[in-house]
């Protein structure tokens, strides 16, 4: 999508659409009765019929209006304005994007001169509304003859400005970013687990590194073995398909002292339960078990684009979770990277295995702070639901950092405990721990069990089964893969200045 600012007026804009949002209850003055008595009084007269009141995602098309160059209007609603956030704004804006894009278009214009801008500042809402139409604008209808979204090749943001600043035009890029890191997570995600394996993952992470310069390393099966990932292997070992171990390192600062942020993620890009095999419906959606690895390849593109001076290094351990002849069996006893011994107990506790090995490499590489993203646990869609992820941690003022970043990316993420008591929920008899912690707290028994191999590192555990596939869509959101926490992890390296 190219975007383009402008000081064009609504109602003269050339394009297939002319996309306004509106506020509950909006009163008709500015721009907007600007655009009103271009249309006659259109939009008053569909504010008393009461069909459009601004409620927070409403929409109302207006098709072929005259009094506009424009060929079609839509309006959409953002709600209460004391209540405006960067949720509220995405949601009113993806629902208009999604709304537009169900058929080809060439040019869209979105009227930012009309709105409230409450707490937020311009340069804000133009790389919110440029990752919006993005994101919003792309389906994950990947092999479908007839797509059901078309990406919009054109978006006009029209301003009160007639010459956009420079600070307008990098918000631009911004939005672009990491829309583009959001919409690569939801394609990898999206992808079945025919074309997205260990091998192919990693060479989509080759080809993310070469085209952002990057630094990529790649672990394969001799060089897992040299390191010792007996946890790590002992999961790989059931499938016909060898596990990856990538690693991209972003060096954006040579300050001394920087510290390095490293980026965790779980990339088991299938996950059938191994002998403790899923039942069918729980097995449906397993290709997305790769989610955590695909966000941090993403965040990792994203912060590279944006050239933020940070140091990164992004860890996907990448694993298939099969059945075979060799597949690791109860009662084994893996040795992981890090000496510890493990009773595997369910062979569908696999998550857990592979980041063991994956966050103890990551300290051997020098991370200085740690955050792993993982579609870990039912539990945790359990305890919070499908739409908030959970974040578990040893050290709150890391973890505080997190939430925050998540909070002005509105990302909803929620804190769960990590008492000292859990970890007496998996002791082994045979081994130092066990993979499974029994039935209850199963989101914080898995968490307990990764704290084992972060050494005291400031560390936080950001589990998306919950968030990072959806089953259905809603009128913001395409079903399938999300891209969650994409936006956050930009955030946070926004905000990373070396120290908490
Ligand atoms: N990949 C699953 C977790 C999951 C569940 C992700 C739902 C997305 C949606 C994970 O490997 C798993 O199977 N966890 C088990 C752990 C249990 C055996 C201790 C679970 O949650 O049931
Ligand atoms: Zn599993
Ligand atoms: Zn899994």
Sequence with gaps: MKTSLSGQLPHLVEADWLVVPVPEGFPLDGALAQLDEALGGGITRLKSLNDFQGKGGETAVLPAPSGLVARRLLLVGLGSVSKLSVATWNRALQTAAR??????????????????????????????????????SRGQDLFKSEPKRRPIPHLEILLSEQNPSAELQ??????QAIAEGVNLARRLVNLPAEAMYPESFAAEARAVAEACGLT??????PALEQEGMGSLLAVARGSDRPPRLVVLSYEGTTEPGAKVLALVGKGVTFDSGGLSLKP????????????????????VQAIARLKLPVRVIGLMGLVENM?????????????SRAGVTIEVQNTDAEGRLVLADVLDYALTLGADYLVDLATLTGACVVALGEEVVGAMSNNQA???RVLAAAQAAGEDAWQLP???????????????????GGRWGGAITAAKF???FVRDKPWVHLDIAGPAFASSDKPHREGGGTGVMVRTLVELARSFQGEV
């Excluded at 990098?170 to 939005?175: D, E, I």
């Excluded at 059945?323 to 040795?335: E, I, S």
């Excluded at 990590?418 to 499974?436: G, T």
Aim: proline share 2%.
């Design 216 to 221: 990529y390393k790649v672990l394969e099966q």
């Design 450 to 452: 990764l704290e084992r």
């Design 170 to 175: 990098s918000a631009v890029t911004v939005g």
């Design 398 to 400: 890391w973890c505080d």
């Design 323 to 335: 059945t075979g002849g060799r597949a690791m069996k109860l009662g084994d006893v893996l040795h």
């Design 99 to 136: 709304a537009i894009s169900s058929r080809a278009t060439d040019r869209v214009a979105l009227s930012l001169s009309s709105v409230p801008l409450g707490n937020f500042t311009l340069p804000h809402l133009v790389q919110l509304a440029t990752a919006a139409f993005e994101v919003g």
């Design 418 to 436: 990590m008492f000292a008591h859990y970890d007496e929920l998996i002791k082994s008899d045979i081994a130092d721990i066990r993979n499974v």
């Design 280 to 299: 069918n419906d729980s097995m449906l959606t397993m290709k997305c078990d790769m989610a955590g690895a695909a966000t941090v390849l993403a965040a």
